[in-house]
């Protein structure tokens, strides 16, 4: 069995007596068997990242950039093998994939030149009387083990987010990659060993949903990083205790086209944000607000849009934008609630139909809000469109919601943007551009029911280390 189909432990690549099959969601085949770590496996992990962590926590800036930077030419040099495994177990479109691939190594490099930047500050405390005749500074120390969970739409680039900060603030790791994709995170653990990494200062293991409950209880973990659904992530938070906990979940991201948007520019991102990779992003763009002055407009020229260029089909297509579902349960999930959404008025646009394992781009308008179309994360290739008359009421629609990830605004007013920026809801405002945006340096999470703590690479070393103060009395 190749090493990057098997678990990584301290310097070891296990194997398993219990097995964990991963399916193409695309033709349905079996793809690979991957080991299936027991509660035993959890806790050698666990163990080895703790042993590690007295060795790695001192490591000179250098040799963690040098590290990092090793990693992402590993990876360069093993691009196509990561995007077909992406492809082949996530089912993302081939273009999509590579895309990931290149974020990926981006995400590392990044994560090398912040490790060279010591994070700290000069304090004033002669600012106060008491202060007079001291120095200060500040520094920040790694906290310890770190427990990471990823989901499967991101199978590479997520993974990476947790594991480039881990790694450039000195910190040790147990990863649980997602069930539906563990196979690209099992590759990057070989990448990770043939760049350097210390013995065990990151341990990659699959494990069932009830034995990954050490990953949360163990005391000797003092972090959680959580990316998933808001069910599980808040559930994890309770198991959690006292320690660090950062989650990224769900959202249902709003768009705001107002009248003085440019459909030219703003119908293309919203099309993709919406569909690409079949929906499947906690930031992908689910609800359209357009100022009923230009609705008509919008929402020809949008179906239009969508018809020509959001192709469905097979992922290995370089032209395929919409791939499969996730698993036939996600499929038949979002069909019930099309259909739910029909019955209670909605019409249906565009879309709406299966193409094997896939579901057309779809568009619905006069969807109700009360509906779980509206208020609950589709995660799928859905979007739904709703007139609004004044700015205002488009915000109070976009905050309507239990979740807060991001918000898209088209506007080419700089008042209604700052407007929009001080008054949504979301733990970030893109103005001209879509929920979906992401790069690798901005801070990037959520409020509500989408989480708190940012991760994007900077910020998730903040979230990864402890702030220690030093005060010197002077003469």
């Excluded at 808040?234 to 950062?246: A, F, I, M, N, P």
């Excluded at 769900?250 to 440019?262: E, F, K, L, P, R």
């Excluded at 008359?389 to 309507?400: K, L, T, W, Y």
């Amino acid at each position: 069995m190749p090493a990057s189909h098997r678990l990584l432990v301290g310097s070891e690549f296990l194997d398993s007596e219990s097995r964990l099959q991963v399916v193409n969601p695309f033709t349905g085949a079996l793809f690979a068997e991957v080991p299936l770590g027991t509660r035993g496996t959890i806790e050698r992990a666990i163990s080895a990242a703790a042993e590690a962590f007295p060795q790695v926590r001192s490591r000179p800036a250098h040799e963690r950039a040098e590290l990092l930077l090793a990693i992402a030419r590993g990876i360069e040099n093993r691009a196509g093998e990561f995007a077909a495994t992406i492809v082949a177990e996530a089912g993302k479109p081939i273009m999509l994939a590579e895309a990931e691939v290149a974020r990926a190594i981006t995400t590392f490099t990044a994560a090398a030149e912040e490790s060279r930047r010591q994070q700290g500050e000069l304090l004033d405390v002669d600012a106060f009387p008491s202060g007079a005749g001291h120095l200060g500074w500040v520094r920040r120390f790694p906290l310890g083990v770190i427990s990471a969970i990823t989901p499967f739409n991101f199978p590479l680039n997520l993974v990476a987010h947790k594991i480039a900060p881990c790694l450039a603030t000195g910190n040790t790791m147990v990863l649980k990659p997602a069930p539906k994709a563990p196979v690209t995170a099992l590759l990057l653990g070989e990448v990770l060993v043939g760049a350097g990494m210390p013995t065990g200062q990151v341990n990659i293991i699959t494990c069932t949903n009830e034995d990954a409950a050490l990953l949360v209880t163990d005391p000797r973990v003092k972090k959680l990083s959580f990316t998933g659904s808001s069910k599980v992530g808040w559930r994890l938070k309770e198991l959690s205790g006292r320690k660090r906990v950062t989650l990224e979940l769900g959202g249902n991201a709003g768009v705001i086209v107002h009248a003085d948007a440019n459909l030219a520019a703003a119908i293309p991102v919203i099309a993709t944000g919406g569909f690409a990779y079949a929906g499947q992003s906690c930031i992908s763009v689910q609800r359209v607000l357009v100022h009923n002055s230009i609705y008509e407009r919008f929402r020809d020229e949008f179906l239009a849009y969508v018809r020509d260029m959001m192709i469905t089909g097979d992922p290995q297509e370089r032209g395929t934008i919409v791939g499969p579902m996730v698993n036939a349960e996600a499929l038949a999930e979002i069909g019930s609630r099309i259909d739910a959404a029909l019955h209670a008025g909605a019409k249906l646009l565009a879309g709406g139909k299966l193409k094997g394992p896939c579901l057309e781009a779809t568009v619905l308008e006069d969807v109700p809000p009360h509906l779980d179309l509206s208020t609950r994360e589709a995660f799928a290739p859905v979007v739904t469109l709703h007139r609004y008359d004044g700015f205002e009421d488009a915000i109070r629609m976009v905050n309507d919601s239990t979740y807060g990830l991001q918000a898209g605004v088209f506007t080419s007013d700089l008042h209604l943007a700052f407007r929009a920026y001080e008054a949504l809801e979301v733990g970030g405002v893109l103005i001209n551009q879509v929920p979906t945006f992401r790069t690798e340096n901005m801070p990037y999470g959520g409020i509500k029911d989408s989480g708190f703590g940012r991760e994007g690479v900077r910020w998730a070393m903040d979230e990864m280390t402890e702030p220690k103060s030093l005060i010197m009395r002077l003469g």
